[in-house]
């Protein structure tokens, strides 16, 4: 059976994830990866079962039976890593965010385009199946005109001084952290659901580890151990640990976001309302299979995830009955399974899944709303 040969490059948190989602793909097979020396490329290829490693990612793009590149590295990298593979005639999935600037976004976006390759974002939270049936429901009138969207993305996971990861470096993650991290992730959950676009933002960071922590050796090296005070190095932190963001959306519609990464408890919650003329819908990503119905003359609904309730465009995205609980991994499963059925097929219509033009779009949004916090004033898209 013809399968299509992909490598991963990058084998941090997202890209394992990626290659197990690939691996619930009965038409594709991860057949090399590629990481930022040989000795970790060695280790992650043995550790994930795959027998093809590189220490240098250009040798896996000049590999002639790959046809297809995940991008899993650091955000810095991905620009670069993704014009070397366009021009090495590599269909590409990119990690967010695409690019470090706008510009750069345009120019992956022209040059895919020119080159016919297909490319996509991994803009997972929109497979969630719930959320294809709410951006049906919005379409079919049901929530009726959008009035207001509101919502937060809350993690811990950079809760203490002590905690410390490339992200909190602008030279590998630009010049935004939460925002570009994870507010884009809300942001294009939020306009895809909707359908309703941005037009104006205003934005205030705040910053409360001034300083961090920044361990000398490997965390490894002091797992299960109290680290000393010469275990570190002190980091000045200019980029923000939480984002207040209101919004003015081109319908008239307003909105407001908070991004946190420092909100105890709260690991890595999604969650919006839209509020409508005729409904009000609200998702959480801590219950993924449920959506809150809320409405003025009549009584409220929970709708579970369940294929035989939702509409075709939302059962495409479900692989098991309802009640049985699909989560993360899935989302990425279900992103890869669009994907990878376009790219084998006629390619006529319009994708369905993210491309590089989502992500340009998500740099447009996040340069606005930098330039925001910094005027402390209402800036137009
Ligand atoms: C860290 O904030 C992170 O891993 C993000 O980089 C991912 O995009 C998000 O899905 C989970 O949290």
Not at 203 to 214: G, L, S, T, V
Not at 274 to 282: A, L, W, Y
Request: proline share 5%; with cysteine.
């Amino acid at each position: 059976m013809h399968k299509i040969k992909i490598g991963v490059i990058g084998t941090g948190f997202i890209g394992p994830a990626h290659i197990e989602a690939l691996r619930r793909l009965p038409n594709v097979e991860v057949v090399a990866l590629a990481d930022k020396d040989d000795q970790i490329a060695n280790a992650k290829a043995d550790e994930l079962g795959i027998e093809t490693r590189y220490g240098d990612y250009r040798k896996l793009l000049a590999n002639p039976e790959i046809t297809s590149v995940h991008i899993c590295t650091p955000n810095s990298f991905h620009y670069a890593m993704a014009k070397e593979a366009l021009e090495a005639g590599k269909n590409v999935v990119c990690e967010k965010p695409l690019a470090n600037t706008v510009a750069e976004a345009q120019e992956l976006v022209d040059l895919a385009e020119k080159k016919g390759l297909v490319n996509a974002v991994h803009f997972n939270v929109r497979y969630y199946p719930l959320m294809r049936q709410i951006r049906t429901m919005a379409q079919k009138g049901e929530l009726g005109e959008i009035f207001a969207i509101h919502g937060s993305y809350l993690q811990d996971w950079l809760f203490y001084d002590t905690d410390y990861n490339w992200r909190l470096e602008p030279a590998f993650s630009g010049k935004s952290r939460a925002v570009a991290d994870i507010g884009s992730h809300w942001m294009d959950l939020v306009e895809y659901v909707s359908g309703v676009r941005v037009a104006e933002v205003f934005a205030d960071f705040a910053i409360f580890h001034k300083n961090r922590k920044k361990p000398l050796k490997p965390i490894e090296t002091y797992a299960g151990k109290l680290l000393a005070p010469e275990d570190y190095k002190a980091v000045p932190i200019t980029t923000e640990d939480y984002a207040t963001v209101l919004f003015r959306f081109e319908n008239g519609a307003r909105g407001t976001l908070t991004v946190s990464q420092v909100a105890a408890g709260r690991k890595n919650r999604i969650y919006f309302e839209i509020d409508g003329s005729k409904e009000s819908v609200e998702w959480n990503s801590e219950s993924p299979n449920g959506v809150w119905i809320g409405r003025r003359d009549g009584n409220n609904q929970l709708m579970m995830k369940d294929p035989s309730l939702v509409y075709p465009e939302s059962r495409a995205l479900i692989s098991f009955p309802g009640g049985h609980q699909e989560g993360f991994p899935d989302t990425s499963k279900q992103l890869f399974k669009e994907y990878y059925a376009y790219l084998e097929g006629d390619r006529k219509e319009k994708p369905k899944f993210p491309t590089f033009r989502d992500g340009l779009r998500e740099l447009q949004l996040c340069e606005k709303i930098i330039e925001s916090n910094q005027k402390g004033q209402w800036v137009r898209l």
